[in-house]
């Protein structure tokens, strides 16, 4: 198993950004943070075996706040433990994604039809922006950041407190699979499938948006398939 290769400038660029939005945060929520951070971006690898105490050195924290972050990245699914002190980051579980994506692709294809309902001119724009910024990009981690905002406006438009609610209880595993999902051979793809959902909501086609936004989230699952 593969030891964590420690970045400390990377790891205290984290812990800057994160304090610089909440001056107050604990030692324990400040290292979840980052470590939840480091997975997502892929800068810790599935497999990789994380050590308390040489994270915690790094980091300039003491075990307990770590030990208390591992631990519950444990019980979210993103950490395996594998003795008194060691733990490494878990793998996808095919079930978990499949599951996960089935209910994001019922509630999100319904949220689109929803959308279409309550659109409003500046919501539109706002879409409309953001196809043209995607369509543009080359970097991953804008694609990323503009993928997620473009489900995040229909979701909030639909105005439906159930799948807003679901949204934001999986946005971590949502920006966890996504680092395996959004890069460079598949946003060309993701670019057409968002813009055709954006023109069927700008005609007004509730039907068209929903079959849209089912297509387009059932070929992530796919994509997951060929990575497995």
């Known amino acids: 198993m593969k030891e964590m290769q420690i970045d400390s400038e990377l790891i205290q660029k984290e812990i800057n950004e994160i304090r610089k939005n909440n ?8 290292a979840y943070q980052v470590i939840m951070n480091l997975i997502i971006q892929r800068s810790l690898q599935s497999g990789e075996r994380i050590v308390q105490d040489t994270l915690a050195e790094s980091m300039g924290l003491s075990r307990s706040p770590i030990r208390e972050a591992l631990m519950k ?8 433990k594998n003795d008194k002190s ?7 579980r095919l079930k978990d994604y499949v599951d ?6 019922r509630m999100e294809s319904y949220g689109a039809a929803l959308a279409v309902r309550n659109m409003t001119d500046d919501v539109l724009e706002s879409l409309e922006e953001n196809v043209n910024r995607y369509r543009k990009t080359t970097d991953i981690m804008q694609a990323r950041k503009l993928d997620e905002s473009f489900h995040q406006i229909l979701i909030q438009t639909s105005q439906n407190p159930y799948i807003i609610d679901f949204s934001q209880k999986t946005q971590k595993r949502k920006a966890y699979y996504s680092r395996y999902l959004v890069h460079a051979e598949n946003m060309s793809a993701a670019k057409v499938e968002h813009q055709k959902i954006y023109e069927a909501i700008r005609n007004y086609d509730e039907k068209r948006a929903e079959e849209m936004m089912r297509l387009h989230l059932k070929n992530y699952l796919d994509k997951l398939y060929d990575i497995i």
Do not use: D, H, N, Q
Not at 23 to 30: Q, V
Not at 86 to 92: D, E, N, Q
């Open 73 to 80: 990245l444990t019980e979210e699914g993103f950490l395996e």
């Open 100 to 105: 996960y994506c089935e209910m994001r692709l």
């Open 23 to 30: 001056t107050f945060i604990s030692s324990k929520e400040l």
């Open 86 to 92: 060691s733990y490494s980051v878990a793998g996808i």
